[in-house]
Nanobody, 111 residues
Framework: QVQLVESGGGLVQTGGSLTLSCAAS???????MYWVRQAPGKGPEWVSG????????LYADSVKGRFTISRDNAKNMLYLQMNSLKSEDTAIYYC?????WGQGTQVTVSA
């Protein structure tokens, strides 16, 4: 069965950086993978996506130029490098693939 486990969230000051990780198992790690976030009181927001071999990377306008998605297919790992963090990046970040979601990891950006 598909399992996605996020890690790497935490509390960081405005302008700081964090790297999120997602460990995937239970499926052939060749599919598109995505990061989606949900801020308090708001609906889910798609953040970024990456294709199977990592050659195509897509970003929401709100994070373009600040976030970088990557994957290590040998390790079945997905990453999200987040730089220049803003308070509006505060959210629970989820890893998503196929029809499955991880449990999420909390990112809190303080002023």
């Amino acid at each position: 069965q598909v399992q996605l486990v996020e890690s790497g969230g935490g509390l960081v000051q405005t302008g700081g950086s964090l790297t999120l990780s997602c460990a995937a198992s239970g499926f052939k790690f060749t599919y598109w993978m995505y990061w989606v976030r949900q801020a308090p009181g708001k609906g889910p927001e798609w953040v970024s996506g990456i294709n199977g071999d990592g050659s195509i990377k897509l970003y929401a306008d709100s994070v373009k130029g600040r976030f970088t998605i990557s994957r290590d297919n040998a390790k079945n790992m997905l990453y999200l490098q987040m730089n220049s963090l803003k308070s509006e990046d505060t959210a629970i970040y989820y890893c998503h693939a196929l029809d499955s979601w991880g449990q999420g990891t909390q990112v809190t950006v303080s002023a």
